[in-house]
């Protein structure tokens, strides 16, 4: 990629666009004017190794963004890029922003609202120590603003997502018939529990890769020479990392997978890592589709009959509803969301989730898919690879650094609220209602995982005892004092009262022994 290397004259607008930005359409480009205005974008090793990247993650982003600026370049936009490892290079978003405020003698900055805290207050800094002003506006991808989710908690003693979701159904008119949802109801959840049974899922569909070009070759030989020491593989990469890309996934998900999503969107099988699932985080995230037209193909799915309207809802519900709420979480709480331990704990992250190296068959499945692919789906998320963390007590802040670093996905905005808030319950209960706890059973009753498993799920003590089920017997007694407080764990701390004080004890001593262990 070459970039514009001498400026004509001091510029009107240096506009910023991030490695999540990728939109032609966003906010900070819509007045742009190639005879005035700069785009400015760069790679930074810091972006890479503020938590440790997966190579998956940093190759996605890289290939983005360098596909991004060429599509800019082909409009015959001024796109001022650097690439990683260019001379010079400071390393850092702040001090390139600086080499490119002293090329360009920009009148101001403008970018669109970034998914990350911490980027933020650096480019403000940078900004500020420029004397330049630094206009931030409206993320336009979403439905909503933080400013729309801020009025909305005003007041409320408890937050929680059905309120705001059903508040945006009627606010956008997504799959409603007046001021009723369609269907009657407006959550479908019962309806999409299903297990796949003991034939496991049958023809599932291929799902959409796409194989790297040249740009993306390039990059990926890039991540293998200075990332090579960062987890995952790179083996197998077919991630979209263009908008026509992101256009062809939407499309092969609506066809292909959206119909039976919401059966089957809580299940789990041994090997695949795909199943039903949409695998559009990572275009929602990169901003190479917007949330309304991603819901809009939902809902056409529905009105034409190609897919049921529990699919359609269960799917309109993490796009509209939690993936908003969540934003709307993330910058209504930060800075101190991030500090946050409501549970005290301070277990170390077990090593094996950096190398998949594990007797328990559903988490060795989940992390190793994860350090393959970059992915894994959002039950494998919270109730396997999340869920032992919790129960182990491993303190947050090391669990959010974790699910950052290895997943394609993940931008700050979305995986903290979801990983220290809704997995671990390290908000006390802010983004959950309840600790999503369960034991091996659950597992067991999701998944085929349990089969080739060393370890039973009904067994709390001796060795083949599933360690996710003598965990969580350990943690509901550990935590018993606070969760009495929660109306909606009584039936467990019943079933927990229900153990002998004997058995109790020798459950908190297997458990410390897994923690000595992990």
């Not at 409206?138 to 059903?166: C, N, P």
């Not at 309109?316 to 709420?325: D, F, P, T």
């Not at 067991?444 to 498993?453: A, D, I, K, P, V």
Request: aromatic residues 10%.
């Amino acid at each position: 990629m070459t970039p514009d290397t001498e400026p004509a004259a001091p510029i009107r607008h240096l506009v910023i666009v991030l490695g999540d930005q990728l939109a032609e359409g966003a906010s900070a480009l819509t007045d742009f004017d190639p005879a005035q205005d700069v785009v400015w974008m760069a790679e930074a090793m810091q972006e890479s190794t503020h938590v440790p990247s997966a190579k998956q993650r940093i190759a996605v982003f890289l290939s983005a963004m360098r596909h991004f600026a060429q599509t800019l370049q082909g409009k015959r936009w001024r796109v001022d890029y650097t690439e990683l490892d260019q001379d010079g290079h400071t390393g850092t978003l702040q001090g390139e922003l600086a080499r490119a405020i002293a090329k360009w003698q920009p009148a101001q900055l403008v970018m669109t609202a970034p998914g990350d805290w911490r980027v933020l207050q650096a480019l403000q800094a940078t900004a500020k120590t420029h004397q330049r002003v630094l206009s931030v506006r409206d993320d336009t991808s979403f439905f909503t603003t933080v400013r729309d989710f801020s009025a909305h908690i005003q007041g409320r003693k408890q937050l929680r997502m059905e309120y705001w979701y059903r508040e945006q159904r009627q606010r956008f008119g997504i799959l409603m018939e007046g001021k009723q949802p369609v269907g009657g109801q407006w959550n479908f959840d019962a309806d999409n529990r299903e297990s796949f049974g003991k034939k496991g899922p049958q023809n599932l569909p291929a799902p959409k890769r796409f194989a790297p070009d040249q740009v993306t070759a390039q990059v990926i030989a890039l991540v293998h020479k200075v990332f090579d020491k960062h987890p995952g593989e790179l083996v197998e990469f077919g991630w979209p990392v263009t908008r026509a890309q992101a256009l062809e996934a939407l499309q092969d998900f609506i066809a292909h997978r959206l119909p039976l999503f919401g059966q089957f969107e809580d299940a789990m099988w041994e090997g695949e890592p795909w199943l039903y699932h949409s695998h559009l985080s990572v275009c929602l995230n990169l901003k190479l589709l917007s949330a309304r037209e991603v819901v809009q193909a939902a809902q056409d799915a529905w009105q034409t009959g190609h897919a049921p309207l529990p699919a359609v809802e269960g799917f309109v519900r993490q796009i509209l509803g939690w993936r908003e709420y969540v934003r709307g979480m993330y910058w209504t709480q930060m800075p101190g969301y991030i500090a946050l331990n409501a549970l005290d704990a301070q277990e170390a992250l077990p090593a094996f989730y950096w190398t998949g190296e594990t007797d328990m068959a559903c988490l060795r499945d989940a992390l190793q898919q994860t350090l393959r692919h970059g992915y894994a789906h959002h039950i494998q998320r919270l109730m396997v690879l999340g869920l032992y963390g919790l129960l182990l007590g491993v303190q947050p802040q090391q669990m959010h650094a974790w699910f950052l670093s290895v997943f394609v996905d993940a931008v700050e905005w979305v995986e903290l609220p979801n990983t220290l808030g809704m997995s671990q319950f390290g908000d006390g209960g802010l983004m959950a209602s309840k600790p999503y706890v369960a034991s091996g059973k659950y597992i067991q009753r999701m998944s085929n995982h349990c089969q080739g498993c060393k370890f039973d799920p009904a067994q709390s003590l001796g060795p083949q005892a599933c360690p996710y089920t003598t965990l969580y017997w350990d943690f509901l007694k550990r935590h018993q004092p606070m969760l009495e407080k929660n109306p909606r764990m009584g039936m467990q701390l019943k079933n927990l009262n229900r153990l002998s004080a004997e058995t109790q004890e020798q459950i908190q001593q297997q458990a410390q022994s897994l923690r000595t262990v992990a």
